[in-house]
């Protein structure tokens, strides 16, 4: 049974950082690519960025880019998101997925985690 569980999240002040986690069980995560996602109340759901599954190609949504940072060690079946400089508008329930492919943006994501929630205060 394939569980995808992300961690980190919490309450913190705007201009302040968070490292989200994603670990992957019952599977290797070597031929995914992975990515984080994000739905903040009230809104749809959103994706934030992506790494191919060598880690070799990322890519991020510009609302984050040069804030966040993707990154993943496949030995340890993991992924991570270093979030630095947050605003408020960041808030959010986070997501990891694991895309059906070793390149990003090959289809819908096969496995979600269930969230973990980021509040940037004012």
């Known amino acids: 049974q394939v569980q995808v569980v992300e961690s980190g999240g919490g309450l913190v002040q705007a201009g302040g950082s968070l490292r989200l986690s994603c670990i992957a069980s019952g599977l290797g995560i070597d031929d995914y690519a992975m990515g984080w996602f994000r739905q903040p109340p009230g809104k749809e759901r959103e994706g934030l960025s992506c790494i191919s599954a060598s880690g070799i190609a990322y890519y991020y949504d510009d609302s984050v880019k040069g804030r966040f940072t993707i990154s993943r060690d496949n030995t340890k079946n993991a992924m991570y998101l270093q979030m630095n400089s947050l605003k408020p508008e960041d808030t959010a329930m986070y997501y990891c997925?694991?895309?059906?492919?070793?390149?990003?943006?090959?289809?819908?994501?096969?496995?979600w985690g269930q969230g973990t929630q980021v509040t940037v205060s004012s």
């Open positions: 997925a694991l895309e059906p492919a070793r390149h990003c943006g090959t289809g819908a994501p096969a496995y």
